[in-house]
T-cell receptor
Framework: EAQVTQNPRYLITVTGKKLTVTCSQN?????MSWYRQDPGLGLRQIYYSMNVEVTDKGDVPEGYKVSRKEKRNFPLILESPSPNQTSLYFCASSGTAEYEQYFGPGTRLTVT | DAKTTQPPSMDCAEGRAANLPCNHS???????VYWYRQIHSQGPQYIIH???NNETNEMASLIITEDRKSSTLILPHATLRDTAVYYC?????????????FGQGTELSVKP
């Protein structure tokens, strides 16, 4: 089944404790992206990747890092999480940037 | 900022057609109209997109006015499972990031 998977689905952590949210797609898509969703602010893009080893900042990249060493994986790294990064996170992928994006199920992160 | 305007909420009777309007009066000639939906904090789901011609797929139909300043998403026979927030997005289809700018969307409630 074609899909985008994220892990973990739920995470509660403390300020400053490094964490990684994984994202994987099995559709051989070139383009991958991370969004966060907050009440009243909608979905906002954090980082995106046009292909392996090619990443760029979206609208709200502060406090996040990404890497794209393999085509299928695009992990989101929070080196020192803070409470304002409490949010619902979605990973998405598409064949190329021009095509429709397929979203993962989401990761609900709480930073205390 | 989102370039679209949608009503915040709509109701529809089960089995009837749901017609969701979207205003995009500042749309440019190279911008497509995309529709996504999000069911209760799940990952957004692609529905359909178009440039100037009307489009239909297994999920829905998209009607775009001749001046392209507005469009309507039609779910021909709405079911309870179509209850979701529907997002209308205008987007340049190129290789510049592929970002989707989500507005507030229309919360569609399908009632028995």
């Amino acid at each position: 089944e074609a899909q985008v998977t994220q892990n973990p689905r739920y995470l509660i952590t403390v300020t400053g404790k490094k964490l990684t949210v994984t994202c994987s797609q099995n559709m051989n898509h070139e383009y991958m992206s991370w969004y966060r969703q907050d009440p009243g602010l909608g979905l906002r893009q954090i980082y995106y990747s046009m292909n392996v080893e090619v990443t760029d900042k979206g609208d709200v990249p502060e406090g996040y890092k990404v890497s794209r060493k393999e085509k299928r994986n695009f992990p989101l790294i929070l080196e020192s999480p803070s409470p304002n990064q409490t949010s619902l996170y979605f990973c998405a992928s598409s064949g190329t940037a021009e095509y429709e994006q397929y979203f993962g199920p989401g990761t609900r992160l709480t930073v205390t | 900022d989102a370039k679209t305007t949608q009503p915040p909420s709509m109701d529809c009777a089960e089995g009837r057609a749901a017609n969701l309007p979207c205003n995009h009066s500042t749309i440019s000639g190279n911008e497509y109209v995309y529709w996504y939906r999000q069911i209760h904090s799940q990952g957004p789901q692609y529905i359909i997109h178009g440039l100037k011609n009307n489009e239909t797929n297994e999920m829905a139909s998209l009607i775009i006015t001749e001046d392209r300043k507005s469009s309507t998403l039609i779910l021909p026979h709405a079911t309870l499972r179509d209850t979701a927030v529907y997002y209308c997005i205008v987007r340049v289809v190129d290789n510049q990031g592929g970002k989707l700018i989500f507005g507030q969307g229309t919360e569609l409630s399908v009632k028995p």
